[in-house]
Structures are given as C-alpha cells and as structure tokens.
C-alpha cells in the first residue's frame, strides 16, 4: 500500500483492492481455522468442520485473488465456489468471508429465514432498490447496471451441469464486474450452489456508495474520474472480525433466479 496520506474514496467497488490483511487476519484469528500453505505458494484456511476451505495468494502488499469452496461433507467433491479476482476490494471479500465464517457457528439457520440474521430478499432485488437498472448482458445472460454505469452484476439465464461450473468449465451463475465490462478492472464469480446470505453481504459492499480509506496511490489511475475522494480526519477504527463457529452442517444450496425481472427469487 502505498505511504500517501489516507482518503475516504467512494465508491467502494472502485476504491482500488486495499489491504489483503482484512481477510487474512480474519481467518487467521478464527478459532478453529486451520492454516496451511497452498500449492501456489499461498495460504489456505479450512473450517473446522472441514465443509469450507477458503485459498489466497498474490504478492506481499499488493492486490491478492481469493477462492472460497464449499463442501456438502468433509472430503467430499465441492459443492459451489466462489473467486475474487485480482483487484477486488478486500472490503467486499472480507463481506463475504466474514459472513459465511459466521455462519457455521449455527449450521447456517441464523441467516436463513426465521434467524435473527436473516436478511430479506436477493441480491438481484438489493441491487434494484439501490438503483441498479436492469440492461441486456451477453447471449445467456441479464445484467443490472449501476447508477453511474461503472459496473455491472451479471445473471446466468437457463441451466448447466453444476459440476462443470465449479470446476470452471462452464460460466458462472453470477458475476460482479467493474469498470469496462468487456476489460473490467475486476471480477468475482460465484457458482449455482453459493449460500445467498454471504453472496446478499457481499452485493451490499460492492454497491455501497460508503466511503471507505485509502492512500491515494492505491485508487487505481482508470477510475480517478469516476471516484470522489476527500482526506480522512481520524485514522478509522479497524473491523472487528467474525468468530469462528464450531464445526455444523452444510449450508443448503442457492436457488438459481428466475429469468425475467431484477426482483426475480
């Protein structure tokens, strides 16, 4: 990161990747997350109860990529994924994170319906309550477009073999892009499968208009016009990260959206 003096930068899905630590230091403080190093010279936590393994890696201080899988038993072949590029803000990875970590304490129930975390509606109708407008994507898929067009959530119509889709064979169910959609500045793609608490969490941060800290050479040169920033006049506090929940069943699988309207289930 850069030694620039801080800003507060929005919006968030612009403000440029920040520090990786926010999930890291999540999971490494987790009670009962293993860690471990990954093939690729990363490192890779696993929930206690073995049914979520979580994969980072990139250079040391700068932008790191993300992969979460989930597990429907330990040992098992994984049952959805979820993958922040290079460039994603660790605010919207750590959302998601955070989150799902929460989760397991309950086998999932607190963010499900009737759970004192549950959260109401999808992703595709948070974004459309925020502004988001509905626009035609790639053959196969629908897109919602945020206010000042700078990025868009996409929407795989019709169905794949989930198997293929996990494995990346197939595209995505939903996508989060930034910047050009056709050269987006980053992207994270989440399978069919995914839990939709921790996808919900995650969609609040990339269409928050929040502000968030940055120094400024860490605002990506391309999204300078697109960005309002001002000095930030206090240090902001650090976020409190999520305990580790004891080992608990696996969370139930997404429903695919029906095609058709951006409030669609």
């Keep these: 990161m850069s030694s620039a003096a801080p800003l507060l930068v929005r919006p968030l899905r612009l403000a440029g990747p920040g520090d990786h630590r926010l999930v890291s230091g999540l999971l490494g403080s987790a009670p009962g997350w293993s860690r471990a190093r990954a ?5 890779s936590f696993t929930s206690p109860c073995r049914t979520a393994a979580i994969t980072g ?9 993300w992969t979460v899988h989930g597990y429907p038993a330990p040992g098992s072949r994984p049952l959805w994924r979820a993958a922040f590029g290079p460039g994603t803000p660790a605010e919207i990875t750590a959302a998601f994170t955070a989150v799902l970590v929460d989760g397991l304490r309950s086998g999932h129930r607190d963010y499900l319906r009737g759970g004192p975390h549950h959260l109401p509606g999808t992703p595709a109708s948070v974004l459309a ?27 795989r119509v019709g169905h794949q073999p989930t198997d293929a889709e996990v494995a990346g064979l197939a595209p995505p169910s939903w996508t989060m892009l930034a910047g050009d959609p056709k050269h987006p500045s980053w992207r994270a793609d989440f399978t069919i499968g995914v ?20 120094p400024l050479g860490a605002i ?21 990260p ?24």
């Design 39 to 43: 093939p690729d010279g990363g490192i």
């Design 57 to 65: 890696s990139g250079p040391p201080d700068h932008s790191w990529a």
């Design 220 to 240: 990506p040169a391309r999204h300078l016009p697109h960005v309002t920033a001002r000095r930030a006049p206090t240090a902001q506090p650090a976020r409190r």
């Design 129 to 155: 309550d925020r502004g988001w407008q509905p626009a035609p994507g790639p053959k196969g898929f629908h897109d919602q477009v945020a206010p000042d067009a700078t990025a868009r959530y996409r929407h």
């Design 242 to 265: 999520y305990a580790c929940p004891p080992p608990g069943p696996a969370a139930p699988a997404a429903a695919v959206p029906a095609p058709g309207g951006a409030r669609r289930r």
């Design 195 to 214: 839990p939709f608490y921790p996808l919900l969490r995650a969609t609040l941060a990339f269409s928050s208009v929040e502000p968030v800290e940055r």
